[in-house]
């Protein structure tokens, strides 16, 4: 009877091509943002899922996100997304910022939606937020049952994003075409 052969190590250390460089991130914090999931721009639509336990309902959605509570606040993004309920609400939304020097700016986001208070990954993004990496901490203001002032959540949001051109980042690399 043959031996089997040895299994190989569970992991082998491999050395680094090039030398590890400094980091350098822009850290963006946004405090106090207010989504409002009812009103006149507010837009969703409810696919339902199985009839007995409603597994695979959809939400599409369209929020606005504002600077403030009140009705003098400023629209400053959309939150558009997808919240789709698997045993619990998880949601996939794009927050699009709309004004400013982050207009047209996005910021990806992945998480569960509950009851009260959750945190979202924040996994991408483009514009000001390219590579962008985070969290989002949102606090659901209608399961106090006090007046909201018509917003639905608070968001809090941290993100850190590299600096183009610096030492982490490859040279760039030029190309020219030329017509014949």
């Known amino acids: ?24 991130f822009t850290r963006f914090t946004f405090r106090a943002l207010y989504v409002r999931r009812t009103g006149p721009s507010s837009r969703e639509m409810i696919q339902p899922g199985r009839p007995y336990d409603e597994l695979g309902r959809r939400l599409t959605s369209d929020y606005p996100v ?52 959750d945190e979202w990954a924040v996994y991408g993004g483009t514009g000001a937020f390219a590579m962008a990496t985070g969290v989002i901490r949102r606090k659901n203001l209608l399961a106090g049952g006090g007046d909201s002032g018509g917003n639905s959540d608070e968001l809090s949001v ?13 040279p760039k690399v030029r190309t020219s075409c030329l017509a014949h």
């Open 1 to 24: 009877m043959a031996t089997p052969p040895n299994p190989p190590p569970p992991s082998t250390p491999i050395a680094a091509a090039a030398p590890l460089l400094p980091a350098e």
């Open 66 to 117: 504002y600077d403030g509570r009140g009705s003098d606040a400023a629209l400053v993004a959309r939150m558009q997304g997808i919240t789709v309920l698997v045993g619990n609400a998880h949601q996939l939304f794009t927050i699009v910022f709309e004004t400013g020097r982050f207009k047209g700016s996005t910021l990806l986001t992945n998480g569960m939606v509950t009851e009260g208070s």
């Open 158 to 170: 941290e993100v850190f994003c590299p600096v183009f051109g610096s030492p982490q980042q490859p």
